[in-house]
C-alpha cells in the first residue's frame, strides 16, 4: 500500500516550500554554519537540509519514506556535503555516531505521526545520544493544546498554482486525532485522499519529555521566535543538551 506521503511525493515541494527562516533559526544558533553537523531527522524531500548544506553546514538527514529520500537525492547538489538515507525516527541513532552532532531537528509535525507519547520521548532521549554536550534539539508540531482546547477540526487550506490541500481533524478514541487529508490537483478531476492518526503532543508533554536531558528550553510560536501563546499555530521548541552529560 501506498504511503500517504508518497501519494503527495509529486506535489510536496509545491505545496510545502523551502521556509528559510527555519534555515536563519538554525544558522542563528552558531557564528555560522561552516564545520558543523546538523542532523535532519524526518527530511521530507530534503529542501531544508539542502539549503542548510549551501550554508556551509555538513548535513545527514533521513526519512521513513523512501519515496521522499528518492526525491531528495534528485534535488541535492553534488558539491554539497548533504547525506540523505532511509531511516526510522525510532531507530536512528543506531546508525548515527553518539555526541557527534551540533543540532538535530524534527519539524512539520513530524513526531505527532507517532503511535504514543512514550515513542515522542523515545526519540527525544535518540535525539539527545547523538547530540554533543551543550548542542541544540529543535522540534516543531502544531500547537496542539489550541487543537484542543478550541476544537480545531480543520488547518487551514493550502493552495498553490497547481494544487488545494485540504486538511481536517477529527477526534477519535484516547485522545487520539484522525489526519484526513484531499489533495486536489487543479484542471483536472484526479485528487488524492489520505487518512492517518496523529497523537497530539502539549506543551507541558515536551517540558517533562526535555527535562532530564536538556537544559535552556525555550518555546516559540514561530521560527521567528515570537511568543509561545496558547492560540499560537505552532509549538516550536529549542533546547540545548546538558553539557558534561552523554548518552
Known sequence: MMSF??????????????NKVQANLIEELFQG??????????CGT?????????RSANVDAFDLDESM????????????????????????????????????????NTLAHLPSLEEVG???????????????????????????????????????EN??????YIPEEHGVIQFSTVLK???????YTQSLSLIPILKEDLVKMLS??????QFFGSFKKEKWLEDSFHTVVLAKKRTGQSV
Do not use: H, M, W
Open 5 to 18: 506521503y508518497s501519494s503527495i511525493v509529486k506535489a510536496y515541494d509545491e505545496i510545502f516550500p523551502l
Open 33 to 42: 554554519l561552516g564545520g558543523k553537523r546538523v542532523l535532519d531527522c524526518g
Open 46 to 54: 530534503g529542501s531544508l537540509a539542502i539549503e542548510l548544506g549551501r
Open 69 to 108: 529520500v528518492a526525491k531528495a537525492e534528485t534535488k541535492r547538489p553534488q558539491a554539497l556535503n548533504v547525506n540523505f538515507a532511509k531511516d526510522d525516527l525510532l531507530r536512528f541513532s543506531d546508525n548515527y555516531k553518539k555526541d557527534s552532532y551540533d543540532v538535530a531537528y524534527c519539524l512539520g
Open 122 to 160: 523515545q526519540y527525544i532521549n535518540a535525539a539527545a545520544s547523538v547530540l554533543k554536550p551543550g548542542a541544540f534539539v529543535l522540534v516543531q508540531v502544531v500547537n496542539f493544546d489550541r487543537v484542543i482546547s478550541n476544537k480545531i477540526s480543520q488547518l487551514p487550506t493550502i493552495e498553490s
Open 163 to 168: 494544487y488545494v490541500f485540504e486538511r481536517n
Open 185 to 191: 490537483v487543479k484542471r483536472s478531476v484526479e485528487s
Open 212 to 217: 532530564e536531558q536538556f537544559e535552556e528550553v
